[in-house]
């Protein structure tokens, strides 16, 4: 968002120029699986792999949002400390996803998943409301600044949650990462996320464009729909987080799909002029979506062992944005040109139907009772 307003209001950019902006701007994002290796290598001493990480990158956000701060036209150290950031936030987000996989209990990842990615979506909500009402009368300079103070308390937030000891075993190694790739359950695990996260691009990459177009809505209607879409996403992964502790991943899966292909429907059921459908609607396809990625989630740490799971779940997250944000998006642009921007809302749910045949191949936990342990990965 941050990007995105400073180089439409303050540098008033091109679209072509933003487009290209936001390619190198999240190009970090793809590639989170790099330097979380490294953070699974390489622990700080007695500190970990996790907190030591958390740390440096609040220490970057620091010198990146003051320098953030005071610049008010686009040039080359802006891109930079822009770069630099989303790098920061690569190695903090990635240590706390390690983080999780090395510290929940057995039986809560579905809690786990659901509250962090609910959470989110609250954040989200919340956020976005508060940075347009911000934007309208406090000075440029101080909002950046409140928003790199979230960023490092964000990263802050992470020491006070206790890593396991780091131990030979929880070392990450060539070996392992070798025996890990080669597993059936990573390779299948690798391309049903590609396709399943098509499912959900819409509400993580095309939404405001959708609402705004498609339901012919003001700039005010368009910030309430998609705070009700984010609040819907909070409730949807709390509620099925509980729920997929005890249905188990593989079903978590099944049903989480199920509610994905639900919210494309409900998407192309989007009309002009429908406003109280509209928001209707906006609440449940994030519910749903919502469900679908806590599914997804759980996935994501059931298939990273400790000794590299900060690298594994960062490569799941990878592979997911890249479904997300190249299969989903771009076959719902293609399809849009060709028979109208309600029906390809309809076009990626083939890919998460084909997913789902998928899922047979995968020895996944069937039930609340069967352990989730590191040793997973010998099933």
């Known amino acids: 968002m941050y990007v995105t307003v400073f180089a439409v209001e303050v540098s008033k950019l091109s679209f072509e120029t933003i487009a290209l902006l936001n390619a190198t701007v999240v190009a970090p994002v793809f590639l989170k699986m790099i330097p979380l290796a490294f953070c699974d290598r390489y622990p700080v001493g007695k500190y970990g792999r996790r907190r030591p990480y958390m740390l440096i990158s609040a220490a970057v956000y620091a010198l990146c949002f003051a320098v953030l701060s005071q610049i008010t036209t686009f040039n080359f150290l802006w891109l930079a400390m822009v770069v630099i950031s989303m790098i920061a936030w690569v190695v903090a987000d990635g240590s706390f996803d390690g983080l999780t996989v090395d510290a929940t209990p057995h039986g809560k990842a579905g809690v786990m998943q659901g509250v962090a990615w609910g959470g989110r979506g609250l954040g989200a909500a919340l956020g976005g409301l508060i940075f347009a009402f911000m934007a309208t009368g406090i ?49 299948v695990g690798l391309v049903y996320i590609f396709l399943a ?51 188990g991943t593989r079903r978590a899966l099944i049903f989480g799909n199920i509610f994905g292909v639900t ?43 400790a000794a590299i799971g900060g690298t594994m779940f960062a490569t799941y997250t990878s592979i997911g ?59």
Do not use: H
């Open 139 to 187: 000075d440029w300079s101080i909002i950046v600044l409140i928003t790199g103070l979230f960023a490092i308390l964000q990263c802050l937030s992470g020491i006070i949650i206790r890593e396991p000891k780091v131990t030979k075993e929880r070392i990450a190694s060539v070996r392992e990462f070798k025996r890990v790739f080669g597993r059936r359950e990573t390779q």
């Open 197 to 247: 996260s098509a499912g959900l691009a819409v509400s993580e990459t095309l939404a405001s464009s959708y609402f705004k177009t498609q339901g012919q809505i003001s700039d005010m209607l368009l910030g309430v729909t998609i705070a009700l879409v984010n609040s819907g996403i909070f409730v949807g992964s709390l509620v099925f987080g509980f729920v997929s502790d005890k249905t």
């Open 263 to 305: 919210a494309c429907l409900l998407l192309a059921s989007v009309m002009p002029e429908q406003i109280l459908w509209l928001m209707v609607s906006a609440f449940l396809i994030g519910a749903f979506q919502g469900a679908q990625m806590t599914s997804l989630l759980r996935m994501y740490m059931e298939l990273s062992p």
């Open 321 to 379: 944005n890249a479904g997300m944000a190249l299969l989903g998006s771009l076959t719902i642009s293609i399809v849009s040109s060709m028979v109208g921007a309600a029906y390809s809302m309809l076009s990626v749910i083939p890919y998460v139907l084909l997913a789902s045949l998928m899922i047979p191949l995968m020895k996944l936990q069937p039930k609340r009772s069967k352990p989730q342990d590191d040793n997973s990965s010998k099933r």
